[in-house]
């Protein structure tokens, strides 16, 4: 076991919210040491669509603000995309009226506007949102981290005793479920389909209430990610043939140019649900503190820089547990 080192924090976990997390505190002027299971490349960051919109995150006031102070980063972040892999683009949000619950996006999203009848055949918003290439994303995040001093360990971490400093993090996602004993979070799994890209350039997210399934289309530069499904509580990261077909076809039915599009690879993810966000101080029993940041669903690159900010905020010592 390493030696306690004063000052030092240990986050774990090096998915979205880990990382994020990790270069908020090696930022402001800590030591930091990110202990993962795996490498980013294969945490269920890697393969989310990663638009920016709030999907599944509670409280919703709390996501709310933690979404906008995320916005704003992401939003600079785009002046540099194949650097950094944030994009901004333009598109449909199916299903989703200008109303008291979307109020406060379109007070922060210049030109956010009820869909024409060419662009969806149903009632939705058109919105130029953040929308993230997670590989990239991921190692630009890993780079700046380590530019910032922060160092990478690859462990697995059964217990918070084992990580020695004074401060530890816990981002270990759907991981907490056992490494905190906490059966509140729990696997909603998503399948994707990568398509080339035949020319798309608008995303499309469309939801189908009476068969219960949430479409997108997410554009990149080479690639498209369509989607998806919300199998609650499958732990099953196999991807499933006939799944893959049906989300083809219902992505195809909205955008015709994708019928035919060559596959270049199936993924699959759990997205760690839990009714609310933890995010919080715990003092352990030996006397040092953990600052818990799990439980953010299908929204972690949402709202991952806000909820970094208040959980690097939480390891100050004036904090209150």
Same mark, same amino acid.
């Given at each position: 076991?390493?030696?306690?080192?004063? &000052?030092?924090?240990?986050?774990?976990?090096? &998915?979205?919210?880990?990382?994020?997390?990790?270069?908020?505190?090696?930022? *402001?002027?800590?030591?930091?040491?990110?202990?993962?299971?795996?490498?980013?490349?294969?945490?269920?960051?890697?393969?989310?669509?990663?638009?920016?919109?709030?999907?599944?995150?509670?409280?919703?006031?709390?996501?709310?603000?933690?979404?906008?102070? *995320?916005?704003?980063? @992401?939003?600079?972040?785009?002046?540099?995309?194949?650097?950094?892999?944030?994009?901004?683009?333009?598109?449909?949000?199916?299903?989703?009226?200008?109303?008291?619950?979307?109020?406060?996006?379109?007070?922060?999203?210049?030109?956010?506007?009820?869909?024409?009848?060419?662009?969806?055949? &149903?009632?939705?918003?058109?919105?130029?949102?953040?929308?993230?290439?997670?590989?990239?994303?991921?190692?630009?995040?890993?780079?700046?981290?380590?530019?910032?001093?922060?160092?990478?360990?690859?462990?697995?971490?059964?217990?918070?005793?084992?990580?020695?400093?004074?401060?530890?993090?816990?981002?270990?996602?759907?991981?907490?479920?056992?490494?905190?004993?906490?059966?509140?979070?729990?696997?909603?799994?998503?399948?994707?389909?990568?398509?080339?890209?035949?020319?798309?350039?608008? @995303?499309?997210? *469309?939801?189908?209430?009476?068969?219960?399934?949430?479409?997108?289309?997410?554009?990149?530069?080479?690639?498209?990610?369509?989607?998806?499904?919300?199998?609650?509580?499958?732990?099953?990261?196999?991807?499933?043939?006939?799944?893959?077909?049906?989300?083809?076809?219902?992505?195809?039915?909205?955008?015709?140019?994708?019928?035919?599009?060559?596959?270049?690879?199936?993924?699959?993810?759990?997205?760690?649900?839990?009714?609310?966000?933890?995010?919080?101080?715990?003092?352990?029993?030996?006397?040092?503190?953990?600052?818990?940041? @799990?439980?953010?669903?299908?929204? &972690?690159?949402?709202?991952?820089?806000?909820?970094?900010?208040?959980?690097?905020?939480?390891?100050?010592?004036?904090? *209150?547990?």
């Amino acid at each position: 076991m390493e030696s306690a080192r004063d &000052g030092e924090v240990i986050v774990v976990g090096s &998915g979205v919210i880990g990382l994020t997390t990790a270069v908020v505190l090696a930022e *402001s002027g800590s030591r930091v040491r990110v202990w993962a299971r795996e490498p980013a490349e294969r945490t269920t960051s890697a393969v989310a669509g990663a638009l920016w919109w709030p999907y599944r995150v509670e409280p919703k006031a709390l996501a709310r603000t933690w979404a906008l102070a *995320s916005l704003s980063v @992401y939003e600079e972040l785009a002046a540099r995309p194949e650097e950094t892999g944030v994009r901004m683009v333009e598109g449909v949000q199916g299903e989703t009226r200008l109303d008291e619950e979307t109020s406060w996006v379109a007070a922060r999203v210049p030109g956010l506007r009820a869909a024409t009848a060419e662009e969806y055949a &149903g009632p939705g918003l058109w919105a130029r949102l953040p929308l993230v290439d997670m590989p990239v994303h991921l190692g630009w995040l890993r780079e700046r981290f380590r530019k910032a001093g922060g160092t990478i360990e690859e462990r697995t971490v059964t217990d918070l005793a084992q990580a020695e400093a004074p401060i530890v993090v816990n981002c270990t996602g759907l991981g907490a479920r056992e490494l905190v004993a906490d059966p509140a979070v729990r696997p909603v799994r998503g399948q994707l389909v990568i398509v080339e890209n035949p020319g798309l350039r608008t @995303y499309l997210v *469309s939801t189908d209430a009476v068969a219960g399934t949430t479409t997108y289309v997410f554009p990149h530069p080479d690639r498209l990610v369509l989607g998806g499904t919300t199998d609650e509580d499958d732990w099953s990261l196999t991807p499933d043939p006939a799944v893959a077909a049906e989300i083809v076809e219902r992505c195809a039915a909205l955008r015709p140019e994708i019928a035919g599009a060559r596959v270049l690879d199936h993924r699959v993810g759990l997205r760690p649900v839990r009714d609310t966000v933890r995010l919080e101080r715990e003092v352990l029993p030996d006397g040092r503190v953990s600052v818990h940041n @799990y439980g953010h669903g299908g929204g &972690g690159v949402t709202v991952a820089w806000g909820c970094a900010r208040e959980a690097a905020g939480l390891t100050h010592p004036t904090a *209150s547990a």
